[in-house]
C-alpha cells in the first residue's frame, strides 16, 4: 500500500464530502427554523449535517497537509524562475495569490459579483422561514414546557389538557419541548401547533413576552397591523417616550436613529399597549 496514493485519494474523497455538506448547509434553513420544524435531509437534521461537515474538514486538512508534504519538491518547482532560483512572487503565484485577495476584499466589502451568493443565500434562509415557520423566539425549543407556555401566553393547565387529549407522552412540565417532541416522533413546531388548542391567557396587547424572530425587519405599521394596534396610539406613543418614528421604517431601522436595539422599541411598545393609552383599532 502506498501511503502517498493513500493520502491523495483521502484528500480527494474527503474534498467531495466537504463540497456536498457546503451545498446542504448553504441550502439549509437558519438554525432557529431548521431546529424548530426538525429539518431533516436523508434523514439528516442539520446538526449533523454541520458535524459531517466539520470532521470531513479535519481529515482534508490533514491529509492536504499530507499531501503537500510528500509533494513538497514539486511545489517549490513551481516557485523557482527559470534559472530554477527559489522566487516566492512568480508571475503565476502573483495571480493566485491576486485571484485569492480580490475574493476575499470583495467579499468583505459585499460588491457584486462577490455579494450574489450571500444575497442568494439570504433569499434561500428567508424562504425556508416562510415555508418551515419561525419560532416565537430564539432557541424555543430549548425551553421548558412550563417557561414556554409563559412566555408565550398560554395557560399551561390547559396545555398539559391539549397535549394529554393529542397522546403527546412527556414526563413532567419540566421537560423541554424538543425532549417532548422528540420522544414522540414529532417536532417542537408540531407540539406547539397542539398547545395552541389551548386557551391563550395573552397579554392585555396580545404581544409575546419574547419578540418573535424576525420583528426587527417589520415596518412600525406591520407589527400594528400584526397584533391589532393603533397606529397613530402607537406612534403617539413612541414619540412621547422620546423616539423619533415613523410607520414606514422597520423597528431595526427606527432602532439605529435612535440609538437603541430593535429589542428596545418592541418592548416599549408592548409596555405601552398593556396601559389605556395604546388602544386597537
Known amino acids: 500500500m502506498k501511503l502517498r496514493k493513500m493520502t491523495s485519494l483521502t484528500a480527494l474523497t474527503s474534498f467531495v464530502f466537504m463540497l ?9 434553513p437558519q438554525g432557529r427554523v431548521a431546529y424548530w420544524a426538525d429539518w431533516r435531509l436523508l434523514g439528516l437534521d442539520k446538526t449533523q449535517w454541520g458535524d ?3 470532521n470531513m474538514g479535519i481529515l482534508f486538512l490533514v491529509s492536504i497537509g499530507l499531501h503537500i508534504y510528500y509533494n513538497w519538491k514539486a511545489i517549490l518547482a513551481y516557485l523557482k524562475d527559470k534559472a530554477r532560483r527559489l522566487k516566492i512572487w512568480t508571475p503565476e503565484f502573483n495571480v493566485a495569490f491576486g485571484l485569492t485577495a480580490v475574493v476575499l476584499a470583495g467579499t468583505l466589502a459585499t460588491v457584486p459579483p462577490f455579494s450574489w451568493p450571500l444575497v442568494f443565500n439570504a433569499h434561500l434562509k428567508d424562504a425556508a422561514a416562510v415555508q418551515y415557520g419561525e419560532p416565537p423566539y430564539g432557541h ?3 425551553s421548558r414546557l412550563d417557561q414556554f407556555a409563559r412566555k408565550t401566553g398560554l395557560s399551561l393547565p390547559e396545555v398539559l389538557v ?13 421537560d423541554s419541548l424538543q425532549a417532548i417532541a422528540r420522544q414522540n416522533g414529532r417536532s417542537p413546531q408540531a407540539i406547539y401547533h397542539i398547545m395552541q388548542g389551548a386557551q391563550a391567557s395573552a397579554l392585555p396587547s396580545g404581544m409575546p413576552a419574547e419578540a418573535p424572530p424576525g420583528t426587527g425587519k417589520k415596518t412600525l405599521a406591520e407589527l400594528c397591523l400584526a397584533y391589532g394596534l393603533s ?4 406612534v403617539r406613543s413612541l414619540q412621547g417616550s422620546g423616539f423619533q418614528v415613523s410607520p414606514e421604517l422597520t423597528l431595526k431601522e427606527i432602532g439605529a436613529k435612535n440609538g437603541v436595539s430593535p429589542i428596545d422599541i418592541y418592548d416599549t411598545i408592548r409596555q405601552a399597549t398593556a396601559t389605556p393609552g395604546v388602544k386597537t383599532p
Open 20 to 28: 456536498v455538506t457546503s451545498i446542504i448547509l448553504y441550502i439549509a
Open 231 to 234: 397606529e397613530a396610539d402607537v
Open 140 to 142: 424555543a425549543e430549548l
Open 52 to 54: 459531517i461537515h466539520i
Open 162 to 174: 391539549a397535549l394529554n387529549d393529542a397522546g403527546i407522552r412527556f414526563d413532567r412540565d419540566q
